[in-house]
């Protein structure tokens, strides 16, 4: 069965520090599908990113950063020069088997990141 | 991508009594879906909303206690049905237009609690 693994509970930084949110999934499908989605404490899940599994390119989008290492089944996310506003909790998760031409989530048990002034 | 919009966005209930969460879409999509999430937990998929049939529930969850409606393509309901303090999560509608080509986006959520 598909599972995502997020390791880190909990992280601090202090402001303008780098941070890497660690990701780790099983599964046996060959076409799959990762996402990263950030939860602010209002409460709201905000969509980040979604990596096929046939490209492991990494991607950058600001000070967002996305590391996809088939090899260890990993998809790392790297936040530079953090900021307070990026305080949340973020969600790593996987496509489990299309049904229906959709995608069924599992998510990993997120890291609650808190950026200190 | 589609506007979500869940209501209520909170909610305080005795035990014993039933609750409907409703998710309206601004444009039509294929799937819908249902999420709890408990506190300080990830999130776990209830079931996927059909239009026009019955919902496909996920293990550990029936159609008595989370009865589901999804009567168009831009709404669905979900009812938490006798409540007690277990049931204190968020929920959560999600969306999704067929065929993989955009990722599931989520509505804000229902803060639900139970005294």
């Keep these: 069965a598909q599972k995502v693994t997020q390791a880190q509970t909990e992280i601090s930084v202090v402001e ?11 599964t046996r499908d060959t076409t799959y599908y990762l996402f990263w989605y950030k939860q602010p404490p209002s409460g709201e899940l905000v969509f980040l990113i979604r990596r ?8 950058i989008s600001g000070r967002y950063s996305w ?4 090899s260890t089944s990993s998809f790392n996310f790297t936040i530079t020069a953090s900021q307070v506003v990026d305080s949340a909790v973020y969600f790593c998760a996987l496509s489990e088997a299309i049904i229906q031409g959709a995608q069924k989530l599992v998510f ?9 002034p | 991508s589609a506007v979500i919009s869940q209501k209520p966005s909170r909610d305080i209930c005795q035990r014993g009594t039933s609750l409907t969460i409703q998710c ?3 444009s039509q999509v294929t ?5 709890r999430q408990q506190p300080g937990q990830s999130l776990t998929l209830i079931a996927t909303a059909n239009q026009g049939s019955e919902a496909t529930y996920e293990s550990g969850f029936v159609i008595d206690k989370f009865p589901i409606s999804r009567p168009n393509l831009t709404f669905s309901t979900l ?27 989520f509505g804000d959520g229902t803060r639900l609690s139970i005294l």
């Design chain 1, 16 to 26: 303008k520090e780098d941070v890497t949110l660690d990701c780790v999934y099983e």
């Design chain 1, 67 to 70: 590391n996809f290492q088939k």
């Design chain 2, 31 to 35: 799937m819908m879906f249902w999420y």
């Design chain 2, 24 to 26: 309206q879409v601004d």
């Design chain 1, 52 to 59: 096929n599994s046939f490209d492991e390119q990494n991607e």
């Design chain 2, 79 to 105: 009812t938490v049905s006798n409540m007690s303090p277990e049931d204190s999560s968020i929920y959560l509608c999600s969306v999704e237009d067929g065929g993989g080509n955009q990722p599931q986006h």
């Design chain 1, 108 to 116: 990993g048990q997120g890291t609650r990141l808190t950026i200190n």
